[in-house]
């Protein structure tokens, strides 16, 4: 029969005590310690807080301001401009404040309707402009 190839070995940690685990090949047995932890046993130090609708709300906008061509970092080049994909992020936002309708808190709202004016203002000027 061929060699079997010997790969990296997955544990769910979560299920098993780790008695039955397989044992590591060598090249994973010498990692470091911050190396061979798994994300879900590693320090959320790069995450301090979690998601919330409104960041994601603000993520996806800045997303769709990136595609028309504003540069939010200016240490990052800018991205060329694709105004459809834009216009497609914009609807996605449409979509979720239509199925939010009445479920959101006020900042909530506010974020979502700000972030919708913002983007609709100036994927019209760019489409104006051409």
Do not use: W
Not at 3 to 16: C, I, K, P, Y
Not at 32 to 49: F, M, V
């Amino acid at each position: 029969m061929a060699e079997q190839e010997q790969g990296f070995v997955v544990r769910d940690r979560r299920t098993s005590g780790g008695s039955d685990a397989a044992p590591q090949p060598a090249a994973q047995a010498q990692q470091t310690p911050s190396q061979s932890t798994s994300a879900a046993e590693a320090p959320h130090e790069d995450h301090p807080r979690s998601v919330t609708f409104s960041s994601f709300i603000i993520s996806l906008g800045s997303s769709s301001l990136m595609l028309m061509g504003e540069q939010l970092d200016p240490r990052q080049a800018a991205l060329p401009v694709n105004l459809p994909q834009a216009k497609e992020i914009i609807d996605l936002l449409s979509v979720l404040e239509e199925k939010t309708k009445d479920n959101l808190t006020a900042e909530e709202q506010t974020v979502l309707r700000d972030m919708l004016y913002a983007l609709r203002m100036k994927y019209v000027a760019l489409v104006s402009s051409k």
